[in-house]
């Protein structure tokens, strides 16, 4: 009766467990059943069809449970990049999924020694009557740039057998190269903040900034691996982004004016208004890439920040399509932090020149300050005493009037005068046989370096028209004949290399120098003019003697 029945019941035999010969009877001929021997051929059939039943030794179960036999469990251990096996007491591998199998014989061999171990280690802690017995960890290397991470997990029956060992291997390779990378940067980083060493106070501020950007540059090429970068800063009062140095791009590329704001400033002006980095792996299909480098075909543009403040952006470019990835765009930030650092301590720096005495001028306003103002107590403490002293009450007025001064000379020293140091007021006037008479054109938008470089020029006797702005300067230019024109880079309504160029065009011989701030040079204009005759660059803050000594020089070179 029963074989006339039909089977609807599948059940799967793994391996040659302990079942009593009447009930594998019974079960042979209520249901449809399968034998095999090997783990592979017990995946290999759960592939093919389901299964009511499984049937094996506890211990074959519970590994089998553990390495998910159903079918999507396994296609799943089929597929993940890391390796799973389950190795005896002897170390043999007695079943690996396929990632693990791909593997080198060296790391299989290491995989199933520490399995081994394991095992031993498993057994020991059994008979000392251990209950919870955990998986082991170990890290190992095949070879110096391979490095891989495995558990080790005891497979443990219900009557408390060790049977087997489950290994989980990871190839930890990319993760350490990727550390050793960021540790990279990190050194990278803390060098470009070495910029207050002995050699910073040996150099001006050009100096500084083409010291900063050919350490930038190195990190770029030897450890991030980009062939070219852009710096842009934020100028906060006018909201542009001024480029301070690039590498590797043509002077077209740099030619863009570019505010912070999300449309139609490029993907600059929009990292720089939203505050993220930006991967653009094809440049064709977006509308925010202005043109960089030649045959560009991707970029990666991060934001400059300091103290949760944007400070300015980096930008990245490569003529490969889609060249940059998560990796590169997070150590491109880390850089791009150290970046800001070492901006922001420039920054000090030049604040430092322009209080003339830098910080020695600030500790000695901070240091005189107090003792000042009790000397100022104390005099008028003994003048109201001395009423009806007056020779005496005279000469405490006198003695406060000076420390007054001495206070206010101080302060005046520390607080510096916006980008050229005054000379004394006794020696402004002396009149200059080389700049007797020479008509200069003076540009600048600050009206107290504009204001201070005619009252030194015109009291060496040359004839000094001045210039607020870049389109004022080229009026005059157009109007009049200058010996030389003395122009400030970043200006409104047209810049210091317009003001060069214009000159250039009206008269060729026409010397001139320009100024800036903070070693910023705005789309190259430097070396545009330099290549084109520039006289000389003076970098604020400047002292009087650089002004007339580079103004002289200039204009006895026509």
Same mark, same amino acid.
């Given at each position: 009766m029963?074989?006339g ?6 059940i799967?035999?793994?391996g ?9 009877g ?9 034998h ?7 995946? +290999?059939a759960? @592939? ?7 049937v094996s030794?506890?211990s074959?179960?519970i590994?089998?449970r553990?390495?998910?036999v159903s079918e ?8 993940v990049?890391?390796?799973? $096996?389950?190795?005896d007491?002897s &170390?043999?591998?007695?079943?690996a999924?396929?990632?693990l199998?791909? =593997?080198t014989d060296?790391?299989?061999d290491?995989?199933?020694? *520490? ?7 498993a ?5 000392a &009557?251990?209950? !919870?017995i955990? &998986?082991r960890r170990?890290t190992?290397?095949s ?5 891989? +991470?495995m558990?080790?997990?005891p497979?443990?029956?219900l009557p408390?057998r ?9 190839d930890?390779?990319?993760a350490?190269?990727?550390?050793a990378k960021?540790?990279?940067?990190d050194r990278?980083?803390?060098?470009? =903040?070495?910029? !207050?060493?002995?050699e910073?106070a ?5 100096d500084?900034?083409?010291l900063?950007?050919r350490?930038?540059?190195r990190?770029v ?15 906060k009062?006018?909201?542009?982004l001024d480029?301070v140095f ?10 863009h004016n ?12 929009y ?5 993220r980095s ?7 299909n977006?509308p925010?890439? *202005? ?5 560009? @075909?991707s970029?990666l543009?991060v934001?400059l920040?300091l103290?949760d ?6 930008n990245f470019?490569?003529v490969k =399509?889609a ?8 150590f491109? +930030? ?10 922001h ?5 030049v ?5 003339t005495t ?6 000695l306003?901070?240091?005189?300050? $107090? ?12 003048t109201e005493d001395y009423?009806?002293? %007056?020779? =005496?009450r005279?000469?405490l007025r ?7 001064r001495? #206070?206010d000379s101080?302060?005046?020293?520390t607080?510096?005068h $916006?980008?050229?140091?005054r000379e004394?007021?006794?020696?402004a @006037? #002396?009149?200059?046989?080389?700049l007797?008479?020479?008509r200069i054109?003076?540009? %600048? ?5 504009r204001?201070?470089?005619r009252?030194?020029l015109t009291?060496? $006797? ?6 607020p702005?870049g389109e004022?300067a080229i009026a005059?230019?157009a109007e009049?004949t200058?010996d ?10 047209? %810049? ?8 250039k065009?009206?008269?060729?011989k026409t010397?001139?120098i320009l100024t800036?701030g903070?070693g910023?040079?705005p ?18 803050p ?7 000594e580079?103004v002289? @020089?200039?204009?006895?070179s026509?």
């Amino acid at each position: 009766m029963a074989s006339g029945r039909v089977k609807s019941t599948n059940i799967l035999i793994l391996g040659n467990p302990d079942i009593d010969p009447d009930f594998q009877g019974w079960i042979e001929s209520h249901a449809c059943v399968e034998h095999v021997s090997t783990f592979e051929a017990a995946l +290999e059939a759960l @592939k093919e069809k389901p299964f009511d039943t499984i049937v094996s030794r506890a211990s074959d179960f519970i590994t089998l449970r553990g390495v998910h036999v159903s079918e999507d469990a396994t296609a799943l251990l089929d597929g993940v990049n890391i390796g799973v $096996g389950i190795v005896d007491e002897s &170390g043999s591998l007695e079943w690996a999924n396929p990632k693990l199998l791909s =593997l080198t014989d060296g790391v299989r061999d290491q995989v199933c020694q *520490r399995c081994a171990e394991t095992f031993r280690w498993a057994m020991a802690e059994v008979r000392a &009557g251990t209950r !919870d017995i955990r &998986g082991r960890r170990f890290t190992f290397s095949s070879d110096p740039e391979s490095h891989y +991470e495995m558990t080790a997990t005891p497979v443990i029956d219900l009557p408390n057998r060790v049977t087997q060992v489950a290994a989980v291997v990871w190839d930890m390779s990319d993760a350490r190269r990727l550390q050793a990378k960021v540790d990279a940067i990190d050194r990278a980083g803390r060098e470009l =903040l070495s910029l !207050d060493a002995e050699e910073i106070a040996r150099l001006n501020m050009q100096d500084r900034l083409e010291l900063l950007e050919r350490k930038a540059v190195r990190c770029v090429k030897e450890l991030l691996n980009f062939d070219n970068l852009q710096i842009r800063v934020l100028d906060k009062a006018n909201n542009k982004l001024d480029l301070v140095f690039s590498h590797g791009v043509p002077v077209e590329g740099l030619s863009h004016n570019l505010s912070a704001t999300s449309e139609g400033n490029g993907i600059c002006g929009y990292v720089a208004t939203v505050g993220r980095s930006y991967i653009c792996p094809d440049v064709a299909n977006d509308p925010r890439y *202005r043109t960089g480098i030649e045959n560009g @075909k991707s970029s990666l543009t991060v934001p400059l920040t300091l103290q949760d403040e944007l400070v300015g952006v980096a930008n990245f470019e490569s003529v490969k =399509l889609a060249s940059f990835n998560e990796h590169d765009r997070q150590f491109a +930030e880390i850089f791009g932090r150290y970046i800001a650092l070492a901006l922001h301590l420039l920054k000090l720096l030049v604040t430092e020149r322009k209080t003339t005495t830098g910080q020695v001028g600030s500790d000695l306003l901070s240091d005189m300050t $107090g003792p000042l103002n009790d000397i100022l107590t104390e005099v008028e403490l003994l003048t109201e005493d001395y009423i009806g002293h %007056d020779d =005496l009450r005279h000469r405490l007025r006198t003695l406060s009037d000076n420390v007054i001064r001495i #206070r206010d000379s101080v302060k005046s020293i520390t607080e510096g005068h $916006g980008g050229i140091v005054r000379e004394e007021a006794a020696s402004a @006037k #002396r009149t200059d046989p080389i700049l007797h008479g020479k008509r200069i054109l003076v540009a %600048d938008d600050e009206d107290i370096i504009r204001e201070t470089v005619r009252d030194v020029l015109t009291g060496r $006797g040359c004839e000094v028209s001045a210039a607020p702005d870049g389109e004022t300067a080229i009026a005059l230019i157009a109007e009049q004949t200058f010996d030389l024109v003395l122009s400030d880079i970043k200006m409104p309504r047209q %810049d210091g290399y317009e003001v060069f160029a214009a000159t250039k065009v009206k008269n060729p011989k026409t010397p001139v120098i320009l100024t800036t701030g903070f070693g910023y040079d705005p789309n190259h204009a430097i070396v545009r003019a330099r290549q084109n005759g520039l006289a000389a660059v003076l970098l604020k803050p400047f002292k009087v003697d650089q002004l007339l000594e580079e103004v002289r @020089k200039a204009l006895q070179s026509t």
